[in-house]
């Protein structure tokens, strides 16, 4: 079956979110406030998180993907700005881009599977009980997730890749990679590594 394409408003931004992923972006640009307009009255918008802004899909040869999101709140902060939570949807792959007269940044894109929308054959463990103290512990990060599906392991892998602090290379390796046992033997080996981290 033929994939289907869809155009949508790109928002250049070095967030790594994948599927069921939740962050709040602070949207103040006029670009970005029309896309935020746009991405209400349609399918949303893709979050790429290049180095290089200016980065031509056309001439990437290796995966050039984004992160596909629906807003599920609207906020604004003290100082005014508005405040946007953000979902992950799907991971989608950029054909190509486009830049409007406001500097908007559009693309073709269509959606790309990816491990972290299944179920885990794994019995919950240590990822699960030190993901669920971490949110305990960050009401900011717990207010995010209402709902949080901390009995599906693929779940938990998938929110301790959004958040370790290791480099975007890596963490991209696990998109371009459909390799669920390789992301969580990574995600495991940074807690072996870092005591720290599962307390």
């Known amino acids: 079956m033929t994939k289907a394409v869809v155009n949508l408003p790109i928002f250049p931004l070095p967030v790594y979110l994948l599927p069921e992923g939740i962050t709040r972006l602070r949207i103040f640009e006029q670009r970005y406030l029309k896309m935020i307009k746009i991405a209400t009255k349609g399918q949303g918008f893709v979050i790429f998180s290049a180095i290089d802004k200016n980065i031509d899909a056309a001439n990437k040869s290796n995966l050039f993907w984004g992160s596909c999101v629906e807003i599920i709140n609207f906020d604004q902060s003290k100082d005014g700005v508005l405040e946007v939570d953000v979902k992950c949807k799907s991971l989608v792959e950029i054909l190509s881009t486009t830049v409007d007269d406001d500097n908007l940044m559009f693309g073709d894109v269509i959606q790309l599977p990816h491990w972290s929308q299944t179920k885990s054959p794994y019995p919950l463990g240590e990822l699960s009980t030190s993901l669920e103290s971490l949110f305990n512990n960050n009401p900011l990060l717990d207010a995010l997730y209402p ?29 371009t990679s459909q390799n669920y046992e390789a992301a969580r033997g990574f995600v495991e080996s940074i807690f072996l590594n870092s005591p720290s981290l599962a307390k």
């Open 147 to 175: 709902k949080k599906n901390i009995d599906n392991e693929v779940w938990v892998v998938a929110r301790w890749l959004e958040l370790l602090p290791v480099s975007s290379e890596i963490k991209n390796s696990f998109v």
